[in-house]
T-cell receptor, first 115, second 113 residues
Framework: AQTVTQSQPEMSVQEAETVTLSCTYD???????LFWYKQPPSRQMILVIR??????QNATENRFSVNFQKAAKSFSLKISDSQLGDAAMYFC????????????FGTGTRLQVFP | NAGVTQTPKFQVLKTGQSMTLQCAQD?????MSWYRQDPGMGLRLIHY???????DQGEVPNGYNVSRSTTEDFPLRLLSAAPSQTSVYFC????????????FGEGSRLTVL
């Protein structure tokens, strides 16, 4: 069975600085998708970024980028120029390309942003 | 488009009571699902549906029932509520044949006393 591990329960960053959130996963499959979701205090789950395992190039969305290391099964999220609005819970998630019906989530990392 | 709409947002039940969490989406998505979120455990899949009339169990289905009579609606029923079902529940949907993102509702906080 696939698992997703987020080893940092909490992280903090100064406004305008850069922070990296860690995520590792375990799978025997070669085709899959990885996601980072943001959950602000409003509780809404918002997709931040997505990475297809077959793509070697790391995904980027504005200030958000990932470091995808397939061999190491690592998928970290880098937030550049952090803003107060980035404060939230961040969840890493895995989805198999063979069983697309189930999204497997990590336990989350709470990010605090200080002015 | 309203996206994925969940009702109610908050609910308090007594042990043994039954209730239904409603979920509706107006994006004509084939796939719909229910997750529960508990502290320190992330989100876990309860039930899902790949189309009207088709449902299947996820990781934690016990104590919950679902049906999918229309594409738009996917209600989650608690048959006899237990304190262990105190949680935040999320409904989500996506077009079945695409590999894109899940669209989540705003969540429903349920407390069982």
């Amino acid at each position: 069975a696939q698992t997703v591990t987020q080893s940092q329960p909490e992280m903090s960053v100064q406004e305008a600085e850069t922070v990296t959130l860690s995520c590792t996963y375990d799978t025997s499959e070669s085709d899959y998708y990885l996601f980072w979701y943001k959950q602000p205090p409003s509780r809404q789950m918002i997709l931040v970024i997505r990475q297809e395992a077959y793509k070697q190039q790391n995904a980027t969305e504005n200030r958000f980028s990932v470091n995808f290391q397939k061999a190491a099964k690592s998928f970290s999220l880098k937030i550049s120029d952090s803003q107060l609005g980035d404060a939230a819970m961040y969840f890493c998630a895995y989805r198999s390309d063979y069983n697309t019906d189930k999204l497997i989530f990590g336990t989350g990392t709470r990010l605090q942003v200080f002015p | 488009n309203a996206g994925v709409t969940q009702t109610p947002k908050f609910q308090v039940l007594k042990t043994g009571q039954s209730m239904t969490l409603q979920c509706a989406q107006d994006m004509n998505h084939e796939y719909m699902s229910w997750y529960r979120q508990d502290p320190g455990m992330g989100l876990r899949l309860i039930h899902y549906s790949v189309g009207a009339g088709i449902t299947d169990q996820g990781e934690v289905p016990n104590g919950y029932n679902v049906s999918r009579s229309t594409t738009e609606d996917f209600p989650l029923r608690l048959l006899s509520a237990a304190p262990s079902q105190t949680s935040v529940y999320f409904c989500a949907s996506r077009p079945h044949r695409e590999t894109g993102e899940l669209f989540f509702g705003e969540g429903s906080r349920l407390t069982v006393l």
